[in-house]
């Protein structure tokens, strides 16, 4: 097995394949031998457990998911890619490549194709631009996941484990927190990485709650207001879902009240068990 986390094997193989790393697809590739062991520990929980990984790299992640688990499917759009893989990947027969965009996949779909009946968890290294579109495309598919871990950029992580109410938090925390615990596992410096970011990521796990907190449809209703609140995070909740909404501040004013909230709560300051209460008192 190559020793993917070598700068020699990097170099050699960017040599070999005639290979550049793509700022545009955000590839940071790992070169700490211990990240990628701990990211497969978290996030498999058991070896019958199928894997999905979304991005590649050189296979360095790949092959510590195949070593853990009986099968690994990954997303990857870099098709220069292909002849690396097929050399790094070469000993796991465990591992599969789907040459897509992972953005423009039927998640659910996907799923079934590929893994029959197999319990799922996601295990991924993702690009920086599109974190958090990766993550809602896969939230919001309906498909069942044991767990989601995946390294981000470390600013990110906070935001997404920060609390509903917490000053770190916004609308995708809301959108994740409402539908799983999100939770930091460990920080990775950038200097773990080639070529070197300049900043620090974190790899967080996302476990989908076993009891949904509310139904899709509602779920959705919740998340409009999510959405028209935190547009304008500074202003109270009372003028932001107003003007975000397009409802009389009346109406507004009497969810509030029911809920025990003052007219001068900023929607920021709101709680998970808040929300909830309050946009059940708001028209769907």
């Known amino acids: 097995m190559l020793e993917l986390t070598d700068m020699q094997v990097i170099r050699m193989l960017c040599k070999q394949y005639h290979f550049t790393f793509s700022k545009g697809m955000g590839q940071n590739f790992l070169i700490d031998p211990e990240v990628c062991p701990a990211i497969a520990s978290y996030g498999i929980p058991e070896k019958e457990c199928g894997v999905l990984e979304i991005g590649t790299g050189f296979g360095v992640l790949t092959q510590q998911l195949a070593l853990k688990s009986e099968k690994v499917v990954a997303v990857e759009l870099d098709k220069r890619l292909q002849p690396i893989l097929q050399m790094t990947l070469a000993d796991f027969h465990n591992t599969a490549i789907v040459w897509q965009d992972i953005m423009k996949v039927s998640v659910q779909d996907f799923l079934k194709e590929q893994f029959g009946d197999r319990d799922v968890a996601v295990c991924a290294n993702l690009p920086y631009y599109i974190t958090s579109p990766i993550l809602m495309h896969l939230l919001e598919s309906g498909a069942k996941f044991r767990s989601i871990t995946v390294m981000v950029q470390k600013e990110a992580a906070e935001r997404l484990c920060a609390e509903i109410g917490a000053r770190a938090a916004g609308a995708v925390t809301a959108a994740v927190q409402l539908r799983g615990k999100a939770e930091e596992l460990f920080d990775v410096p950038r ?94």
């Open 191 to 284: 200097d773990s990485f080639y070529p070197s970011p300049k900043v620090d990521s974190a790899v967080i796990r996302i476990t989908p709650y076993d009891t949904p907190l509310c139904t899709e449809d509602t779920l959705g209703h919740v998340l409009r207001i999510v959405k028209a609140g935190f547009a304008q995070r500074r202003k109270t909740a009372l003028n932001a879902l107003s003007s975000g909404l397009a409802l009389p501040k009346e109406q507004i004013a009497e969810a509030l009240a029911a809920c025990g909230l003052a007219e001068t709560v900023r929607f920021e300051q709101l709680n998970q068990e808040q929300l909830l209460r309050f946009a059940a008192q708001l028209p769907c």
